[in-house]
């Protein structure tokens, strides 16, 4: 399909991880249709894991969380007139939301794209585009990716985006002088929406006190909820020393994207930073309990990954309890040896305790 798009808009509404992982699926019509203007329409509360995305001409956010059904239907109202005064040429759809049919509806682009989920097969959703394209590939980017085969792209982009402004980073930096942690810095996110993605805080603490006794500064990020900082002054607690957490709940995504760019090594779950350490190429330990640690592990080659399966039998996803860590089974002693296995030899210890 030989088509000279010149705007474009990409629909995909999930969370901050998700984002990321829709990356190469941007940078790869921005390869191809250099020219265009490529729009997104996300999760408002997502928007600003790509705010400094430079692939994005403008991103349109969609009320969710916390807003009314009246909120909701004027937010629906204006982002309809919005986008229809953008003419799009193209839409390629990576959302499965049974609304996006009916904006899909109301847009007047030529050729619109989706992929052809098996439970939206109702005679209005398949109607509602002018190409349905079959899944493939075992990894999100790889069945991200998988939607643009209509456009017969044979050039794609694989690697996902995760971009600061270069004053981003100078407040990290001056963040981190501030609280006395220098360049051989690792970053340990613990922290997950839900409890079942979690470890044990215990057994953060000792891979923090192994990697603190080769000379490593650690630095503690979550998000701001008080369960978040709860967790993060627990496990800063139960170490020997304590790591740094004084940027816990305080950074921005492009801050993140920043601080974790910088770092030696990134430890985290199954979380957006593992997709944000991977875009920026930092070596990655992540621990995965029951979920499909095959398609939604962070897009890296530079990764050691621990799946709880591993260790014991994880539930069908049917029978997950949320509320249980199936991580616990993950001993802390490997964790350790990773990072032994991932970061250069020792640094000389720090004598100096660590900022708050």
């Not at 959302?95 to 209005?124: C, E, M």
């Not at 790889?142 to 085969?149: A, G, I, Q």
């Not at 456009?151 to 600061?164: H, N």
Request: neutral net charge.
């Amino acid at each position: 399909m030989e088509k000279p798009f010149k705007r474009i808009l990409v629909i995909k509404m999930r969370f901050h991880g998700d984002m990321l992982l829709t990356t190469p699926v941007i940078s790869t019509l921005k390869r191809n249709y250099p020219e265009a203007a490529i729009d997104m329409l996300l999760y408002k509360d997502t928007m600003p894991i790509l705010s400094e995305n430079p692939e994005i001409h403008a991103l349109y956010g969609v009320s969710n969380k916390g807003a009314s059904a009246t909120e909701k239907l004027q937010n629906f109202v204006s982002l309809i007139k919005a986008l229809r005064r953008n003419e799009y040429d193209l839409i390629v759809n990576l959302t499965d939301q049974w609304i996006v049919a009916l904006l899909v509806r109301l847009l007047k682009a030529p050729v619109k794209i989706s992929q052809n989920y098996a439970h939206r097969q109702s005679g209005f959703w398949k109607k509602s585009f002018t190409h349905l394209a079959p899944f493939d590939g075992k990894h999100a980017v790889e069945r991200n990716l998988s939607v643009l085969y209509p456009l017969g792209i044979t050039d794609f982009c694989r690697d996902t985006a995760m971009s600061y402004a270069p004053e981003h980073w100078e407040r990290m930096r001056k963040e981190l002088d501030a609280l006395g942690v220098g360049e051989h810095y690792v970053v340990i996110q613990p922290t997950a929406r839900q409890l079942f993605k979690c470890w044990d805080n215990d057994k953060f603490s000792q891979v923090i006190d192994a990697l603190q006794a080769r000379g490593y500064e650690v630095v503690l990020t979550s998000g701001p909820g008080a369960d978040d900082l709860e967790c993060i002054n627990e496990i800063a607690s139960g170490c020997e020393r304590k790591p740094v957490i004084g940027l816990a709940g305080k950074t921005r995504f492009p801050e993140l994207g920043a601080l974790i760019d910088h770092a030696m090594l990134f430890i985290g779950v199954d979380s957006a930073p593992g997709h944000i350490a991977a875009a920026v190429k930092t070596p990655i330990i992540c621990l995965f309990g029951a979920t499909d640690h095959i398609f939604w592990r962070p897009w890296s080659d530079n990764i050691i990954q621990f799946w709880a399966g591993n260790y014991q039998a994880m539930p069908a996803r049917s029978e997950l309890d949320r509320n249980k860590k199936y991580l616990s089974v993950i001993p802390a002693a490997d964790v350790i040896a990773a990072t032994e296995k991932l970061l250069p030899a020792s640094f000389i210890p720090l004598t100096s305790s660590a900022s708050l």
